[in-house]
């Protein structure tokens, strides 16, 4: 099969009151041998551009589980202030849970400065998935290790982009935030196409 | 009318408490007349005995005119009442009164005349006398200057005392048995017989018959309340969530309304769209006002959020747009004709900076906001022949003149209730709030209009802190701190916090210099110069005031001169300072803090000296240098306040205190940009959280003579001695606040 | 829509997107939950939907699912929950006004850890702002209530 349906939300450019709505795209699987490896790389580094984005990295930080911030109002990127962590829990049920602020809800973002929701728990990435301040190098041999990446392969990692609402609010932050760069589905694109070359990863 | 009340309307009156004389003999006299505000309210069967005590068939109410903003105020005011009246605090309630010229801050003034707090010299005291009556002319009752122990020690407890005695020559009556073999307890006169008449029964008779004008105070020995732990009145309410804060306060038939002023603080409206705000829900009305525009709804948030829908054309700032701006002015206000003050000028600074080895280092200090965790709030009701406004001001007085002036009714026809607030350090002094509902109020004759300020809109409309610069020359000789002269720019915080309310103050604005010029060190060459910067953006009164600035100025380079002269940064404090009781404030923090002893890999301590509202504080504190930065790890702090009233109360505002001092100083700043404050929220001022609080020891000494209090003294010692501490631990000076520009903080 | 608080069931008019903290202040005349910040910044609008801990200011009222504890729910004076009397015994409060929430950041965390350490409480307890500096007081009452939890 060559074709996958991915029921994605489908991200508006964010205006200050738009609120994502449901929709189905497709995206096409790259057919076997179609990537070159210099091709796939290529599409890693923007893989990497994703990754190493603070709408990303800022909760994939491992096992210390202190989440960071950054942005134009924190000057330089900064641990998440009030002392917080998310524990081993990820959703810091053993102090304060990431949900007493990130409230479950679909309405979307808007306040400036609130703290972000989506409809989902909100949480931090699992420790193994520890990109902050990581090389391109580094989060490529992660992302290609099931031992390190959800035990996927690299069509199940796209997958995985479709389910993870957190996710998709990288891509439609609100409240003045940056998102990440290109989109959703240029980035599951962008995956596949990495994962069809053979997850090559650059060296040094 | 009940006739009490008659009796009390026509006899009982003891006047504004003021102490005439026979102090000698430990008699207060008082002055009678005046006029006891407690009596234009009184209900039927209340006694007002005194203006500070009332007492009507449920019980006996103290009047506590200091506001209480998070310092325990009432509570203090009432034990010290309560003291005397022989009722315990469990017995009584507390009202913080009516506006009345008869609750005048008699001790504010000290502070603003220009003579140092140890100089109790005769000048000192004449002059401070001189101040004492342009207070009271004014009325000023002003909740401030951490002046409401030094104003009410004794006036307070004289209050209660005469309130006691006249109970008792109410008693005699009533029984026939002389006064001198009465007694008194727990809110009742005792008879030899062992029986008791309650001051609620005795009250009818004590307003028929001339009150006791002359009172002896009784000995510290003898006191049940004063110097012991107590609990604080509100502490219950404050721990269930049942207080009711000025954001709180409800009234039948109320709307609520929400404001957006030009963020250039102080500049015109030109115009407005409220198109997308008029149908918003539940929206009633939208109105401009001076400077901006109010809107009406019924609910706060709808308010807030048709506030955010409108869309306006601000005028342009009138103070500089960016902080360049800013800093250039006070860099150019070092010069002659703005000198301000001189007042320290021992020696000769210029041989001694002549003669080589000269140290220079300039100092800055931000824009800091206030930002008390309750926006300010007022609610105001006008009708055609009277106003009433609710709010949590440190003013009273203020208010009610200023809504009297803009409504055109009489003074006593405007009735200001004073409620409890949610914090302050300063930001209630400013009543801007009431202003503007009473603008928005004027649109709805007979309906409670209550305005809420968004943090945002509150954040940028703060009349923050005034921004500083400091410039110091000075030269250590054979170990010794030789030569130390300090100039301080700043604009004048007095000025501008006064100029808003249509009047100045005469002479030079101590506040330039306070927490410089009058620290007590002999050093040979000594001089502190004031220089007045220009008006820049409107600016108040923060928690210490001047010396928030001026001591970190002061103190940071004193500790770099000693640290040029090689000298202990304790000990050589310690040599250089002539005054008996903040030379041991510095020896106990010292010995706190074991000053000397070895704290170990990447830890370091510094010490910090200020003597400000007449408090010599001295703060050490210990930080370590980890990987993740600076820790503070503890801070000790010794204080000199002559008595210590509440033990409890004073550990919580010392170490409050300290953490205010050293939370504004490692992150907060006011910045402006385009003319509007950059900060608009606690995202980007933050403050101290409570993981990064050190642990905090506190010592009050009871040396001096004068009781003083507490609620700013810790705030201006402990960002120097967090600097010195840094310097000490990481041998790098930091001379700018916020000290996060510089050096990160875990 | 319907509303659960303290026990009582409420029928509110409102938008959905409100926040629940305007509608407990100013519908339900219910102001133990303070406005601080409106952004989830300072913690005293803090209440609690099934035992968790919630900021009302970010909860839309559309959103909320299940029954909502506020300070006044929690405990009373003369009935005080053993956070409240810890905070009462070590006299925590300066002017209060963020008590509240802390007390109910407080009482939501010790529900899942009676007996932290100092390091778990400065965890659980940095979140919610003080501007007068009782924090030296919170982390005493927080052990204190914890140990009278555990011995309950």
Redesign the interface.
């Known amino acids: 099969m060559k074709t996958k349906i991915f029921g994605l939300i489908v991200l508006l450019a964010a205006t200050a009151t738009a609120i994502a709505a449901n929709e189905t795209s497709e995206v096409t699987m790259p057919a076997e041998g179609s990537v070159s490896v210099e091709e796939g790389l290529e599409a890693w580094s923007r893989v990497y551009e994703v990754a190493s984005h603070p709408r990303c990295s800022n909760c994939h930080t491992g096992e210390s589980g202190i989440p960071m911030w950054s942005g134009p109002s924190y000057g330089k990127t900064r641990p998440h202030g009030m002392n917080i962590s998310a524990g081993e829990s990820r959703i810091g049920a053993e102090f304060v849970t990431c949900g007493t602020c990130h409230i479950k809800t679909d309405r979307g973002n808007t306040v400036p400065h609130a703290a972000p929701m989506v409809n989902m728990d909100w949480q931090l990435a699992p420790a193994e998935a520890d990109w902050f301040g990581k090389s391109s190098r580094e989060i490529c041999e992660q992302l290609r290790d099931p031992e390190r990446n959800g035990g996927r392969t690299w069509q199940e990692l796209a997958e995985h982009l479709d389910h993870d609402l957190i996710l998709h609010w990288a891509w439609n932050p609100g409240g003045g935030r940056e998102p990440a760069p290109y989109s959703l589905l240029e980035h599951i694109d962008d995956v596949l196409a990495w994962g069809v070359a053979g997850m090559p990863c650059p060296q040094g | 009318m009940g006739r009490v009340a008659k009796i009390a309307r026509r006899t009982f009156l003891v006047g504004a408490v003021a102490i005439a004389g026979g102090v000698a003999f430990g008699y207060y006299m008082y002055r009678r007349p005046a006029r006891n505000p407690l009596l234009d309210n009184l209900a039927e069967d209340e006694v007002a005995l005194t203006e500070y005590v009332r007492i009507d068939g449920d019980g006996i109410t103290l009047i506590t005119p200091r506001t209480d ?4 105020a009432y509570s203090i005011q009432a034990a010290l009442i309560a003291e005397e009246l022989d009722v315990e605090l469990d017995q009584v309630k507390v009202d913080p009164g009516p506006p009345s010229p008869a609750y005048y801050n008699t001790a504010l003034s000290e502070e603003g005349a220009p003579f140092r707090s140890t100089d109790e010299g005769f000048m000192a005291e004449s002059v401070r006398g001189v101040m004492d009556a342009l207070m009271k002319f004014m009325g000023m009752q002003v909740t401030g200057g951490s002046t409401s122990v030094p104003d009410g020690y004794q006036k307070l407890r004289v209050a209660g005392a005469v309130a006691r005695e006249t109970l008792k020559q109410a008693a005699s009556q009533k029984s026939g048995v002389p006064v001198e073999q009465l007694k008194t307890a727990r809110g009742a006169v005792q008879l030899p017989d062992g029986s008791e008449l309650t001051y609620v029964e005795l009250a009818p008779i004590a307003a028929g018959i001339d009150p006791v004008t002359r009172v002896a105070l009784r000995e510290p020995a003898e006191w049940r309340l004063i110097g012991k732990p107590m ?2 009145l ?12 000025g ?2 306060f ?1 009234i039948d038939g109320m709307v ?1 309304a929400t404001v957006k002023i030009n963020p250039h603080q102080g500049s015109e409206l030109n115009g407005f769209d409220a198109s997308a705000a008029e149908s918003m ?1 539940g929206v009633k009305g939208i109105y401009p006002i001076k400077g901006g525009v109010g809107v009406v709804a019924d ?4 308010a807030m959020q048709a506030a955010n829908a409108i869309t306006f054309d601000w005028a342009p700032a009138k103070y500089p747009e960016q902080m360049d701006g800013h800093w250039e002015a006070l860099a150019n206000s070092f010069n002659e004709e703005q000198i301000e003050s001189r007042d320290r000028d021992d020696g000769d600074v210029e041989i001694g900076v002549a003669e080589g080895n000269l140290i220079e280092a300039e100092y800055r200090v931000p824009y800091v906001a206030h ?5 300010i709030t007022a609610i105001v009701k006008l009708e055609d022949d009277r106003a009433d406004v609710w709010t949590a001001t440190q003013m009273p007085r203020f208010v009610q003149n200023n809504v009297a002036k803009m409504t055109g009714l009489e003074t006593e026809n405007v009735h200001v209730h004073v409620l409890m ?5 300063g930001h209630r002094l400013e009543d801007e709030v009431v202003k503007q509902a009473v603008e928005i109020a004027g649109n709805m004759k007979g309906t409670p209009v209550k305005l ?1 300020y ?2 945002e809109e509150d954040m940028i409309h703060d009349f923050p802190r005034q921004i500083a610069m400091g410039r110091g020359r000075g030269r250590a000789r054979d170990g010794k701190v030789d030569t130390f002269d300090l100039g301080i720019a700043m604009p004048s915080v007095i000025s501008s916090q006064m100029g808003r309310q249509d009047f100045s103050l005469p002479g030079p604005d101590s506040q330039i210099v306070a927490g410089a010029w009058e620290q007590p060190f002999a050093i040979p060459n000594y001089r502190v110069t004031g220089y007045r910067a220009p008006e820049l953006a409107p600016v108040s009164s923060w928690r210490s005031v001047g010396a928030s600035s001026n001591a970190f100025f002061h103190d940071c380079f004193l500790d770099e001169l000693i640290h040029a002269a090689g000298a202990d940064p304790l000990e050589e404090r310690i040599r250089l300072c002539w005054h008996d009781n903040s030379r041991k404030v510095l020896e106990a923090v010292g010995e706190m803090s074991d000053w000397g002893s070895d704290l170990g890999e990447n830890r370091g301590r510094g010490v910090a000296f200020c003597m400000s509202f007449g408090v010599s504080t001295a703060e050490v504190v210990e930080v370590t240098n980890t990987e993740d930065g600076i820790k503070i790890d503890k801070v000790y702090v010794a204080a000199e306040v002559g008595r210590v009233v509440d033990p ?2 004073f550990d ?2 010392v ?6 001092g050293l ?1 504004h100083a490692m992150n907060c700043e006011i910045t402006y940009s385009e003319g509007k404050a950059e900060q ?5 001022f ?8 050190p ?2 020891e506190v010592r009050g000494l009871e040396n001096g003579d004068k009781i003083r209090g507490i609620g700013e003294p810790p705030v201006p010692p402990a960002a120097p001695a967090l600097a010195n501490a840094i310097f000490a631990t990481t041998g790098q000076r930091i001379r700018e606040m916020p000290f996060n520009k510089h050096i990160d903080f875990v | 829509m319907r509303l659960n608080v303290n026990g009582n069931t409420h029928e509110v008019d409102v938008e959905e997107d409100m926040p629940l903290l305007w509608v407990l202040r100013d519908e339900l005349g219910i102001t133990g939950p303070k406005y601080g910040c409106g952004i989830a910044q300072c913690g005293a609008c803090t209440v609690h939907v099934d035992g968790m801990a919630v900021r009302s200011c970010q909860l839309a009222v559309g959103d909320v699912d299940g029954e909502i504890t506020t300070i006044e729910g929690l405990g009373t004076p003369d009935a005080l929950h053993a956070v409240q009397a810890a905070w009462v015994e070590h006299q925590v409060a300066q002017c209060g006004y963020c008590q509240s929430g802390q007390i109910m950041a407080a009482a939501a965390f010790l529900d899942l850890n009676d007996d932290p350490s100092d390091e778990e409480i400065d965890r659980a307890m940095s979140a919610n702002l003080c501007r007068c500096g009782t924090y030296p007081r919170i982390r005493e009452a927080v052990k204190t209530a914890a140990a009278n939890l555990r011995s309950a």
């Open positions: 903003l998070g310092q325990g609990q604080r509100d502490i219950l309410a404050k721990s269930t969530g049942t207080t009711d804060y954001i709180d409800q609520h829900r609910n706060t948030w709808r930002a008390p965790l309750e926006p607030a949610g914090g302050s350090f809420t968004s943090r409890i109360n919580n505002l170490k409050g205190g300290v953490v205010w939370g608009t929220n606690f995202h980007d933050e403050g101290m959280r409570l993981y990064q609080c642990e905090i």
